[in-house]
């Protein structure tokens, strides 16, 4: 199966930072990858797919990027709405894989 | 409106069975492909298995197969997990969701757009 590492495990940011979460897949994935966002006791949101195209109701603040092995997810001035914890998938074979997490905190 | 809602967690001793349901309402479910999806307390999301439209094609996660069968009624708009032969480590909430296609420069991209508020499966003696 496909490892998705992300980094880092967690990071703590202010209202208004800039913020970058990592993705690497253990092979080449083309861009078959998603990011999705979960908050405390609620299922996850897809925010990403197919690399960079975002999902209908994400605001544009969320950006992905990346191909091959190496994947970002960019939110551009974070928003108190955004402290939550960050999933990479791959969706480019099964089983699909997941990366472990990036939590978002409040500094 | 477009909604999944799980049913059938609950405790269980090892070596036991359970079987999860996942109602759907408010899209055309025979349309869609379904996952489920599971997070152990404190821990990060694990893929867990795959059901196409029509049932023509399944698939597990490493740590589930032999063990879960995946299977849908569209009849019924009804998504089921049988599990059996559970471990503590199967302890988790148990998410199903809706696998969205899009075609994105001549590929076809995958993505869980719709997902159930999760039902607790706890395996313990």
């Known amino acids: 199966a496909i490892q998705m590492t992300q980094s880092p495990s967690s990071l703590s940011a202010s209202v208004g930072d800039r913020v970058t979460i990592t993705c690497r897949a253990s092979?080449?994935?083309?861009?078959?990858l998603g990011w999705y966002q979960q908050k405390p006791g609620k299922a996850p949101d897809l925010l990403i797919y197919?690399?960079?195209s975002l999902q209908s109701g994400v605001p544009s603040r969320f950006s992905g990027g990346g191909s091959g092995t190496d994947f970002t997810l960019t939110i551009t001035s974070l928003q108190p709405e955004d402290f939550a914890t960050y999933y990479c998938?791959?969706?480019?074979?099964?089983?699909?894989?997941f990366g472990q997490g990036t939590k978002v905190e409040i500094k | 409106q477009v909604q999944l809602v799980e049913s059938g967690g609950g405790l269980v001793k090892p070596g036991g069975s359970l079987r999860l349901s996942c109602a759907a309402s408010?899209?055309?479910?025979?349309?869609?492909?379904m996952s489920w999806i599971r997070q152990a307390p404190g821990k990060g999301l694990e893929w867990v298995s795959y059901?196409?439209?029509?049932?023509?094609?399944?698939d597990y996660a490493d740590s589930v197969r032999g063990r879960f069968t995946i299977s849908r009624d569209n009849a019924k708009n009804l998504l089921s997990l049988q599990m059996n032969s559970l471990r503590a480590e199967d302890t988790a909430v148990y998410y199903c969701?809706?696998?969205?296609?899009?075609?994105?420069?001549?590929?076809?991209?995958?993505?869980?757009?719709?997902w159930g508020q999760g039902t607790t499966v706890t395996v313990s003696s």
């Open positions: 969701a809706r696998v969205r296609q899009w075609l994105v420069e001549d590929r076809y991209h995958y993505g869980m757009d719709v």
């Open positions: 408010g899209f055309p479910f025979s349309d869609y492909y």
């Open positions: 059901i196409s439209s029509s049932r023509t094609y399944t």
């Open positions: 092979q080449d994935i083309r861009n078959d």
């Open positions: 197919a690399a960079s």
């Open positions: 998938l791959q969706d480019y074979n099964y089983p699909r894989t």
